[in-house]
């Protein structure tokens, strides 16, 4: 009788939150659907300001947000059946909030500020050639546009679902879950202890940043698609019996990454490089390989820096592209060229401002934007990361190992070579900090083991206590 009346109470508790959170996603909709840029082709092909918008196409959205519940819906299930009963009640409880913010939450912001997400979805809409900035788009791949091989996977999604928004979303949803899947696997690869374990699934899942972005038709959580299956099969190759097909994967990656950002490819070939010829070493304790190396690598960098004639010739060109892409991007006022970190005297100056770009260009925003209503939970996360990295310094002799070798060479170059970019923007900082993330919160989780296995029985023993006051 008493389990009949708490099956009751379920049931009512149920229908109640149901008929609220419908509320709230109709109230969202009503109210921020106009913004969707169901928009056709206009004169200029390119919204030059808000006003240059054309006429809208005949395109209901809830019709277009119907269908695309469905495909979540669709997904929720398949969860439920392909992963263990381990994980798939977490993976959908984590599918479910992602999808919720990127299908609703999202329209709010993307409300108040403008994106270069709409542009992309009107091209490929409407099958635009050219676009003011974004140039030439009639090329299946592009070896000079990486736009136009961003947009390639987008006009496959709009030939299938023709001018679906929402399906758009829903695609990112799917890199951002297969993301998540393939950050656990990477884990267990490294440190098998971790299988089974539910707070690195959150951990990396409900990271703000990784949610907030993969929520926008940007090519920041395509790379990372690619960087993820690539870092997994770099690490599970066997050198000694490596097959072909393997190692082919591996090219096909880097190569689909390079026609997207050129530099992040560039970054992988130089880590996977020292990666494999470290294989001698591997006898050695790796720390001190790791400082060796890392002691050459400064010495070298510092007199190259400083009294090379090669980077004199150099760095007039690369200060001039640095420059042009914050007047013609970012609006950056010519005058006040002398806060740009390569640009700020001299260079024993920039060696001295060093340490700032750095920590800007990982943790940025940070404290003092925390009550900056639009940066505040980006702060908390990037106080939490820096939080881990001061305590994985002190596993760093216990938890290194020759894999971890690999993803701190990755993540540290990968950070030095956005320095430059991310300097002066927080938001494009933010965005780009992602794609260093991805194998930041790899190479954190690793060296905090033994937190993570800690917090891991906590949320055990929680989703435990809950599931006992259910049944009863």
């Not at 599918?95 to 329209?107: Q, V, Y």
């Not at 505040?376 to 996360?381: D, G, K, P, S």
Request: net charge positive.
């Amino acid at each position: 009788m008493l389990f009949k009346k708490n099956m009751a109470k379920n049931k009512i508790l149920f229908i109640i939150l149901s008929c609220i959170l419908f509320t709230i996603i109709y109230l969202i909709s009503f109210n921020f659907s106009e913004n969707i840029p169901y928009y056709l082709k206009n004169i200029t092909d390119y919204f030059v300001n808000l006003e240059d918008k054309p006429f809208k196409k005949n395109i209901n959205v809830y019709l277009d947000l119907s269908l695309n519940v469905l495909i979540f819906l669709s997904i929720f299930i398949f969860i439920k059946n392909f992963f263990s009963n381990n994980l798939s009640f977490h993976l959908q409880l984590i599918w479910l909030i992602k999808s919720f913010i990127s299908l609703f939450i999202i329209m709010i912001y993307e409300t108040y500020f403008g994106l270069d997400q709409t542009q992309y979805f009107l091209f490929v809409s409407n099958d635009s050639q050219y676009a003011y900035h974004f140039g030439n788009l009639d090329k299946f791949i592009d070896l000079k546009n990486p736009t136009v091989n961003f947009l390639l996977p987008l006009k496959i999604i709009n030939f299938i679902f023709d001018s679906s928004w929402f399906a758009q979303k829903n695609f990112q949803n799917i890199l951002y879950f297969i993301s998540l899947i393939y950050f656990y696997k990477t884990l267990i690869l490294i440190n098998p202890k971790l299988k089974n374990n539910l707070i690195i699934i959150y951990f990396y899942g409900l990271t703000p940043s990784i949610l907030f972005f993969s929520s926008f038709l940007t090519k920041d959580f395509l790379i990372i698609s690619l960087l993820k299956i690539l870092i997994f099969n770099i690490l599970n190759l066997k050198y000694s019996r490596a097959k072909i097909l393997d190692i082919s994967l591996i090219v096909l990656m880097i190569f689909m990454i390079y026609l997207l950002r050129w530099w992040i490819a560039a970054t992988i070939i130089i880590s996977w490089t020292i990666y494999v010829y470290s294989t001698p070493f591997k006898n050695f304790k790796l720390t001190y390989v790791f400082q060796v190396f890392t002691f050459i690598v400064c010495v070298i960098g510092i007199y190259l820096f400083t009294f090379s004639l090669y980077f004199t010739e150099l760095e007039f060109l690369i200060l001039d592209k640095i420059f042009a892409r914050f007047t013609t991007e970012h609006f950056y006022p010519p005058e006040n060229y002398n806060t740009l970190f390569l640009n700020a005297g001299n260079k024993f100056d920039a060696i001295k401002l060093y340490p700032i770009a750095l920590s800007k260009t990982l943790f940025n925003p940070f404290i003092k934007e925390l009550f900056n209503w639009k940066f505040t939970i980006f702060v908390l996360e990037n106080i939490i990361l820096f939080l881990l990295l001061i305590f994985s310094f002190k596993n760093f002799k216990q938890s290194f190992t020759r894999k971890c070798f690999f993803l701190l060479l990755l993540f540290l170059i990968m950070a030095h070579i956005y320095i430059p970019i991310s300097y002066l923007n927080t938001g494009t900082t933010l965005r780009y900090a992602i794609q260093i993330k991805y194998v930041f919160l790899i190479y954190l989780v690793i060296m905090n083991f033994e937190l993570f296995f800690k917090l891991d029985q906590k949320i055990k023993d929680f989703f435990y206590i809950q599931s006992l006051k259910l049944s009863k």
